[in-house]
């Protein structure tokens, strides 16, 4: 990594997340000199398990081995060789193997600062990324040809493309004037880790309850981690219980699936949303991730669908590069908002359905959801559709 403090860059990547870091990685070869600005520390890796983690598709999978990020990670990825979902008011249920498809394992179970550690690892081999960090945005500044940052210490930065990999609340969306409409699911998810006495059994398990879905996810230890999903108005009261309250209302919402439960960290929530921009694109400006798209976490795909935009991003500026076309053109980046846009919709619009058929509880739709997760698990040739699409499409 560059010790240099450029203050003009072929690429400025704000957000040094998972998705803008994978993006970095991606761009390691292409000859552009590349500035990431993160406004925060990264976090420090513990021998706890963090209690934010993220389902790892195996798109994503090849896209950390692709970079060299992936031997940095393997230590505490948690694999996921099954995948049981049921609906708590039926006796529908639908049942993932990877034996099936002839893969050894569905996807891992990760620490999200596992994973950006691993990737800013990565990054460091290369000379042309500079990792500005910690660095406040005073200001944007947005023109046709060149971009510029105004930090809080004094320092501008310009560059020919901006991309904003800053998140649900991107600062650069809101310059480039890019509308954004969130909408609250009413919902929060309740994070935690904790202890099952029963083995996880290297699967991802998720119930849909009325109040909406519960995942136990297994990690590389042993325990599992929870995302609990549940209508805003109970979060507070949950959250209010004592250790054990808490853990025998989990046990419960899983149906006693692995037996007694133990809290092994902190509970936290997080507000639940969906939302699309219009526009990933402008001239000299792109966005990717939870900047471009935010969707319901229940099919833990959010991260997998950014670490996408990343791939699909890089791809389009290399390859305009090659063919000696103005990569940071809005002509030559539309083809990366026609590659992503559709595919993401479609994502975001598929959480949106199964959260408001799966947590409500008219008996038609109880009859009709616990029908459709029998015929998927029964039909070969749907339930590989459903595979694929979980699986990124490898
Ligand atoms: C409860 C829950 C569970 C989830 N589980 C999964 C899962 O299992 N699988 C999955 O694929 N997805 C999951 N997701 C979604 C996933 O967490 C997000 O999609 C993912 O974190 C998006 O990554 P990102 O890099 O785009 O944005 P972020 O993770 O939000 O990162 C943005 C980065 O930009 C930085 N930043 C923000 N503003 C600025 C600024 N102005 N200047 C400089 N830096 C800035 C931030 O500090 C941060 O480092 C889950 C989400 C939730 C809420």
Redesign the pocket.
Known sequence: MSEKKETHYDVLI???????LTLANLLRDSGLQIGV????EPKVISDEIDIR????NRASLAIFKSIGAWPAMVERAGAFRDMHVWDATGAGMIHFDSAEVGLDTLGYIIE?RVIQQALQKAMQQADNIEWICP???DSIKLSDDTQQLHLEDGRTLECRLLVG???????VRAAAGIEFERLSYAQQ?I?CTVATELPHAETAWQCFTPDGPLAFLPLVNEQSSI?WSLEESKVDAMLALDEAAFCRALEQAFEYQLGAVTLVSERAA?P?GHGHVDQYVRSGLAL????AHNIH?LA?????L?FLDAACLADVIIQARAANRQWSALHSLRKYERARKGENRLMESAMTGFKLLFSNDNPMLATVRNAGLGLVDQVPLIKQQFMRHALGGH
């Open positions: 704000v957000g040094g997340g998972m998705v803008g600005v993160e406004k925060l983690v993220s389902a790892i999200n660095a406040t945005i990999a800053d998140g649900s609340r991107s600062q998810a994070v995302v997080f639940l990717v991730g939870d900047a976490p833990g795909q959010g991260a997998n950014g």
